[in-house]
């Protein structure tokens, strides 16, 4: 079982930055890739980001390429989700997510969301413009 709490979330101007992290535990938690998802109003959930189990590779959704940078701290239980230059269209309850374990990382796979098996409860960014 792995559990996940993101934080971070919060209001913050076009132009800005803002840092989520998402606290994992559970013994095997290292082991899992790790993967960013957003879902804004009237819109179906989306994927951001993902990381493989040792930060060696990572993937991103083209809006947000080049603007957001995913991270992992296995030994302090963390991922992270840098994310500057945000705009309106940021603005998204963001989910923390742990992908099944045994799937091969590859931006095919990473980018489902049904291949994800524990989720965090989110945390909301709001972007003014």
């Known amino acids: 079982q792995v559990q996940l709490v993101e934080s971070g979330g919060g209001f913050v101007q076009a132009g800005g930055s803002l840092r989520l992290s998402c606290s994992v535990s559970?013994?095997?938690?290292?082991?899992?890739?790790m993967g960013w998802f957003r879902q804004a109003p009237g819109k179906e959930r989306e994927f951001v980001a993902a990381?493989?189990?040792?930060?060696?590779?990572?993937y991103y959704v083209d809006s947000v390429e080049g603007r957001f940078i995913t991270s992992r701290d296995n030994a302090k239980n963390m991922v992270y989700l840098q994310m500057n230059s945000l705009d309106a269209e940021d603005t998204a309850v963001y989910y923390c997510a742990a992908l099944s374990p045994g799937l091969p990382f590859t931006r095919a796979t990473a980018s489902k969301q049904q291949e994800y098996v524990y989720w965090g409860q989110g945390t909301q960014v709001t972007v003014s413009s």
């Open positions: 990381i493989s189990w040792n930060g060696a590779e990572t």
């Open positions: 559970g013994r095997t938690w290292t082991t899992y890739a």
